[in-house]
């Protein structure tokens, strides 16, 4: 039996707050609206019961983030792309940021097992006025548990509307790409965090935003997996290789922290989840 689950979610910034609203169809579920930061700013947590997705199973989510509002949405755990046996396992998101609007995408990692036929696809459509910070962080099987990415295939897709589109394929078998040290040169973990903005990010704030994140990756142990750029005058990107993904997503955190404060002058509230 394969699954096809869809979540409809809405941030809508009435009186002030921003409010969820959300509709489901399969299992994908959010559950209920934290605010840890207060009314501004609505935290919410994306729950997928199976907790793994095979051949065949579709996971569907739409995000829109209305004009002034601002949500931030993580996981409790990683994605799953288990052996597959019936054709591709699919994992999509469609994301619109509104004029004055805020999105921050924080999922836990994906995992790619051994032999799964697996896509991993997020779109995000910004407004002129409109702001996100997103992260994508891959593990390439269970190593220290003895079960490594040795078959099968993980496909990405991320892109930023008419500003950055990255798209990858790794296939277990290929062994210069996964190994080489002009490739992923035998790290586990692949992870990447974005802020974007609609329109030209001001060049004073641009070089602010890259200047520290630089700043942090330099004392940090993975400094020579690392990396920071601004590949299009909206967009900047940071970049770890790294044996396992806690030490990536200790990074990424970090960093998030840094912009979450320089370009949105906001503290690094993190989501309870993570503190768990």
Not at 57 to 79: E, I, K, Q, Y
Not at 115 to 120: E, F, G, P, S
Request: aromatic share 6%.
């Amino acid at each position: 039996m394969t699954w096809h689950a869809e979540l409809s979610l809405n941030y809508l910034n009435e009186n002030h707050r921003s409010v969820a609203r959300y509709a489901h169809q399969g299992p994908l579920r959010i559950l209920k609206s934290l605010y840890p930061e207060g009314d501004a700013i609505c935290h919410n947590v994306l729950v997928h019961p199976p907790g793994g997705l095979v051949g065949g199973d579709t996971l569907d989510m739409t995000v829109t983030v209305g004009s002034g509002a601002h949500g931030l949405v993580t996981t409790p755990g990683a994605t799953r792309f288990y052996k597959s046996e019936a054709g591709l396992a699919t994992q999509q998101l469609q994301a619109r940021v509104e004029d004055g609007a805020r999105l921050e995408w924080l999922p836990l990692e994906s995992i790619a097992y051994n032999q799964c036929d697996a896509l991993n696809r997020a779109v995000f459509d910004l407004s002129p006025n409109g702001e996100m910070m997103a992260w994508d962080i891959t593990a390439l099987g269970l190593p220290s548990a003895g079960m490594p990415f040795v078959q099968g295939t993980f496909r990405q897709h991320l892109e930023i509307k008419g500003a950055w589109l990255e798209r990858g394929t790794l296939d277990a078998t290929d062994t210069r790409l996964l190994n080489s040290p002009l490739g992923l040169a035998g790290q586990k973990c692949m992870a990447t965090l974005v802020f974007a903005s609609g329109s030209a990010i001001a060049p004073a704030r641009l070089e602010r935003g890259l200047a520290s994140a630089r700043e942090r990756m330099e004392a940090h142990s993975l400094r020579l997996q690392a990396g920071i750029t601004s590949p299009h005058p909206q967009v900047m990107a940071a970049r770890v290789l790294a044996p396992v993904t806690e030490h990536a997503m200790q990074l990424l955190k970090h960093i998030w922290a840094i912009w979450r404060q320089d370009m949105w002058q906001l503290g690094s509230t993190p989501p309870r989840l993570w503190n768990l």
